[in-house]
């Protein structure tokens, strides 16, 4: 499907050299010193399933550079009356978008809405499909600590089956070389996962993925994706969830990373959610200019 210029839709099939470049340019960006590159600009923020992170900080991001931002919730909107897709994103073309973020629980809309507008559409999150943002935030924030991707252990724990963030971290760190442990039970990683990339590798046990690690990112349990689906949360969380001991197996200078939201108590402690190797504010931090650069970038306003 042929996607309006400017879109960024997804990870999987970006060059590492795009990739770089969105990096790099997020160096760049300060949301409290930006040069107003998005003057006159607006950007019509369109959330279909619940955000905080992802929302707020699309929204900062584009305000930082100067341009002014509509928000609509499926909540409230003429979604609830039944309209399309599609007759959304030309009602909000026609209000005067020059630019659609778009979080859906369908995997594949954003590219739907991109194949049939004339304006970028960045993808805030398609159901189980990507989270290309959230990818490249959490690339800038672990390159802010360690110097390179290549050959840098990572394990990544929880729901990979239902995660968005799980795919999108997948496809950008192998296209650097990192080496990848994913790690779960098969309700949340079928041995299927193991042909997302090369070299991926396939663990049961929290302590062997952790083993080593650079990196270790765990994942939320996402009760709203389970339709039906049977799990006992005492024996998730007795095998794999991040305690101080698991977290001790990775080097001493491992980062522990996770998306957001995080249920303290279940996929990881208290003392772990806030031990001195989490970033996961930092992560939420790093998310404004890494944003800021995905937009500048779309709306052709990245030199
Ligand atoms: N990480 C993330 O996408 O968080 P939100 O759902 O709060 O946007």
Redesign the pocket.
Known sequence: MKAARGSLLGIEHLKAEEISGLLGLARKMNPRKARPLLRGKRVLLLFY???????SSFEVAAQSLGAATTLVLSSGSSIEKGESLLDTAYTLRAVGADLIVV?HPNAGAPALMAAHLDIPVIN??DGMHE?PS?ALLDAYTILRHKKTLKNLQVAIIGDIYHSR?ARSAIHLLSKFGAKIALCGPSEFLPEVAATLAPGLRITRTAEDAVHGADVVMVLRVQKERLAGEKISLENYMSRYQMTLPRLRLAKKDALLMH???IIRGLELTWEVADCSQSMIVEEVHNGVPVRMAILAKALGKAS
């Open positions: 399933e619940a955000s905080t992170r992802t929302r979080r805030a999150g989270h959230q963030v998306p957001g939201p």
